[in-house]
């Protein structure tokens, strides 16, 4: 066998070497997997954390047959029924019937739980189904005794009262001179005026 120049050991011993690197880079990548220096590794497994979206609300004004009356911040989407029972939930008095409890909320909304007349029938001047406000009111001006006894509170006395109340002074200026009307008092006056217009 001819003997190497030292040249040619050089080259060989070069040679061994680079395959030797050559072989530990490959079976480095093929333990520790792809680089995270990887530009295209790092976008298609990078998560944004933004954190928790905080949810919108929305206010509505729940007044009528409620146990309590007010404004009550709700979260987006919401439907009458949740106002109600934000409201603590409709008193004995109340007529269901005539609100839309399924229908969403939207920002503002006024939701009037009607009341029952105090004869059991139900009170006029409510919203028709598929609303959640009241869009017409009994006019304490122009409204005959009957239409007033509809009213809450408002049964045949006070109904006729009114009415001879309005024949002897003249018509009401402000709603709130309706309490100069024999036995209705602040309580009851409150009670009507979410149904009640001039």
Do not use: W
């Not at 079976?27 to 954390?49: K, Q």
């Not at 009170?123 to 122009?142: A, D, E, H, L, M």
């Amino acid at each position: 066998m001819a003997q190497l120049s030292k040249a040619q050991i050089v080259i060989l011993l070069v040679a061994v070497l680079a395959l030797g690197m050559g072989a530990g880079v490959f079976l480095h990548s093929r333990i520790a997997g792809p680089s995270s220096s990887n530009p295209a590794h790092v976008v298609s497994t990078y998560t944004a954390d933004l954190g928790p979206i905080a949810p919108q609300t929305i206010n509505v004004y729940v007044t009528g047959a409620v146990i309590h009356p007010d404004v009550y911040s709700l979260p987006e989407g919401s439907i009458v029924k949740d106002a109600v029972t934000a409201a603590g939930g409709s008193t004995e008095k109340a007529d269901l019937v005539g609100v839309n409890l399924a229908a969403r909320l939207q920002d503002g909304d006024q939701i009037i739980v009607p009341f029952l007349s105090e004869e059991g029938a139900i009170c006029t001047g409510v919203s028709p189904p598929g609303t959640s406000t009241i869009q017409t009111r009994i006019s304490i001006n122009r409204a005959t005794a009957a239409e007033l006894d509809t009213l809450p509170g408002i049964g045949p006395t006070k109904a006729q009262a009114i009415v001879e109340y309005r024949n002897q002074h003249g018509q009401f200026k402000r709603l709130e001179d309706l309490q100069k009307v024999k036995g209705i008092g602040t309580k009851t006056f409150e009670e009507l005026k979410p149904f009640i217009s001039l």
